[in-house]
């Protein structure tokens, strides 16, 4: 027996429709959410186009903000975080130190 309360989904952004994608590289994002409970975290968001399309989840699933988890610096992982802070969508921001050596 599942509890409903506790199951997460995984929704994995492709890039089919993305303007110019055979241009570049946009990177990750993955939707990981609980659909009962209304949350949410975003794994990467490696692109703007990224971000609209989890702007665009957000609003069809009534979520107000969402934690972000940012693997690693690179700009194909980070790229469509400013747009989600910009549009008020972020909560918290979890990622590992960046050290300069």
């Known amino acids: ?14 890039t089919d429709g993305y303007e110019g994608k055979e241009n570049g590289w946009y990177g ?3 939707i990981i959410y609980n659909a009962s409970s209304s949350k949410m975290i975003v794994y990467d968001c490696g692109s703007e186009q990224h ?4 702007i665009e989840f957000m609003g069809d699933n009534k979520i107000t903000q969402t934690d972000v ?23 918290k921001i979890f990622t590992t130190p960046l050290f300069d050596t």
Do not use: Q, W
């Open 1 to 14: 027996m599942t509890n409903s309360k506790n199951t997460y989904e995984v929704k994995i952004l492709g």
């Open 28 to 30: 990750d994002c993955i």
């Open 51 to 54: 971000a609209e399309r989890v």
């Open 69 to 91: 988890i940012l693997s690693h610096n690179d700009s194909d992982h980070f790229d469509g975080i400013p747009k989600l802070i910009e549009n008020g969508k972020v909560g």
